[in-house]
């Protein structure tokens, strides 16, 4: 009835075409970022690190607040994350900044499964994201994104090289989120040895085969910063809330008796570079690499795992429809399977339960005729006493009545008077 | 100079030479003689704002405009006139027959244009046919069925398991739709359009050659026609019910008062009191078409292309493309696989 005519030029498909005057459209990325204004944006730190390294100090610095109330207890068995949520507001841009902490991480005596809880979150968001976004009915601009955005693994100041729990929880790690290594409490070292520590962990990292994050260098505008930065990772921080006197103004540093560390004093510690890089300038890149690459990793292993395709290798499009309908089938299955136990269990259970009530019933019963025995045996006794006791009075009376008799005759015999006075003790008696 | 500017510059960050460039390394945090005083409690959030433009220059915008109504309402013109270039796919193919053809048809034509380093590509969907049978009965179906089309293909690359990075979306963002100045009140084959198309696709309507109505008469079609919409239930754009505060409805509302724009289109020039402008020169008169005294072709371009085309684009995705996609993952439960094979899936766990 119709026909449908996509007229496509020459080269990729589309023609460039001269205007002749203002259109307008150049408030386009103008639209776009009052859009995002208004919405509000979410933005996601892992901090991985050993206890007692900084991690929550540095955020603090930062972010120029104070986030927690009171210092983390560490006293549980294994590895947790705590995650807390923060909104933060710079002029007119609101952020919803998440900050997740490990605690207790390498604090074990075996710490060989210390990198899976910290998988299995990172896993659990990328997995409430596709939850959402399989849904039927969802609302995905207005969800608030939970995923990992930036890892900022934090490196112990040895000086010498990268522990193995450090090489095994990177590499486990790289292929799920953006990992940003940084030299904690970096004042703890020496400027020419922590040349040597950064070399050492570079090569390290590479031989290794462990894929940290790069800075972007594809934007003209940003590509000279990036790359600069990229040759300093890893970035060796300190980080300070308290405030110290500095010529006339108050710096944010850590006071020893022999110098003062100044964290914005770039000749000190790499800390302005990292907040540069982290916030200034990459966080939109880090949030599209963490949904582009990392979850669409996550969605596609997902995916297939659970027996989906996108061709047969006969090349033919394979049907998940057949595919859902066998796994509703088993899942079916299952449910009915269940349902049939526990009715066999629920039977099982009042069998049981009517023979013990059968049980103690006959019990009562035959207490009862016991004891319905027992009166009346008790019962005979005392019909058999009473008899006797009455045999006795029968008897006694008997011999009353004969004794009476006797003396009746011998006081006919003798004076009346004293057999009336005999009589009477007699009648009385 | 931009927003971001102003910001960065009230919080004495006077050190920042350029918006677009960040700052240099080492340059200004407090440590070079001489230097300001700087804001210590600057985080730099805000940064956030100039690289999503950043990155939104680099992408690229899409937007994709279908134009509805009878042959010789201006429709070409029209598309001509918003992009000040020859877009309209008549101006682009020179061997297009101007005989109305038998069918409608759908004719899309896509252009890469540029302004001020911003990239867009525009994609302009001719309907031609449309309106002009004997029968015009059912001429909306194959409309229907192109934006669709369009909302599948976006689904069937969304569900894909290897996804491409960026989606290419040809989904129609905006239908304007063109009324014949009538003057009296909307046909029966707009009613039923409109109405049919409202629940698909973001629809503006406007009135095509509006130089041959007074401007009383113009004022009374255009009420006759918001109350014919209103008695019809037909929602135009901007939509009520996607209002989002109250501030976005007092907007819409003004803008729900002037709909239907009453537009002229032109792309000759004419001199104009020693300037050079758009319009239509008659004998009586030059009719300049970005003058708001003569017609509303400002507000119809200043509402698509300069304020509100970002929200255009977003009803479409987030409203429009979600129901699409809500009826087409219901309506598996009860349809087996199709004939084609095409593979679609919802995870079964989550609908129980």
Redesign the interface.
Known sequence: ?????????AGE??????????????????????????HG?CFNILCVGETGLGKSTLMDT???TKFEGEPTQHNQPGVTLKSNTYE?Q????R?KLTVVNTVGFGDQINKEDSYKSIVEFIDAQFEAYL?EE?????T??SYHDTRIHACLYFIAPTGHSLKSLDLVTMKKLDSKVNIIPIIAKSDAISKSELAKFKIKITSELVSNGVQIYQFPTD?E??AE?NS??NSHLPFAVVGSTEEVKIGN????ARQYPWGTVQV????HCDF??L??ML???????LR?QTH?RHY?LY??CK??E?G???TDPDS??????????A??NE?MGELQKKEEEMRQMFVQRVKEKEAELKEAEKELHEKFDRLKKLHQDEKKKLEEKKKSLDDELNMFKQKKTAAELLQNQAQQAGGSTTLKRDKERKNFF | KSYLGS?LS??SEAVLPDV???????GL???KAGGP?VD??????????E????????QG?E?NIMVVGQSGLGKSTLMNT??????S?KS??ATAQEKIPK????????????????R??L?VIDTP?FGDQINNENCW??IM??IN?QYEAYLQEEI????K?RIPDSRVHCCIYFIPPTGHCLRPLDVEFMRRLSKVVNIVPVIAKADTLTLEERDFFKKKIREELRANGIDVYPQKEFD?DAEDRMINEKIREMIPFAVVGSDQEYQVNGRRLLGRKTKWGTIEVENIAHCEFAYL??LL???????IK?ITS?IHY?MY??RR??E?NTV???A?????????????
Do not use: C, W
């Open positions: 009835m119709a026909s449908t005519e996509i007229a496509r030029q498909g589309a023609r460039a075409v001269p205007l002749a005057g203002h259109v307008g459209f150049d408030s386009m990325p103008d639209q776009l970022v009052n859009k995002s204004v208004n944006f930062l972010f120029n933060l710079e002029s007119n841009v952020l939850q399989l849904k039927i009915k969802r995905l601009h934007d505008s940003v910063i600069t930065m103004k108050m710096v944010k914005e004093n770039e000749n302005v570079k907040r540069e916030i200034r300038v990459n966080m939109e890149d599209e582009t669409e969605r596609r995916l297939e659970m989906f395709k996108d033919k499009p394979f049907s998940l429809q057949e595919t859902y309908e796994k509703r899942f | 910001v009230a919080m677009m460039v960040p700052p240099a390394v080492g945090y407090g440590e005083v210590f409690s600057y985080v730099g959030i805000d940064a956030i704002l690289q999503m433009r950043r990155k939104a220059m680099k915008f937007l918003l992009f000040k270039s020859k877009v796919r682009v193919l069918t409608i048809e759908i004719k899309s034509i896509s252009h890469d244009i540029e302004e001020k380093g911003v867009m590509k994609t046919g179906q194959p069925k192109f089309d894909n398991i290897n996804r990075k989002e371009r200043d292309i300069r304020t509100h085309m970002q929200n977003d987030s979600e996609r809500v993952l219901n598996n087996v696989t199709h084609n094979g095409i593979p679609e899936h919802h995870l079964a766990a989550h609908e129980m």
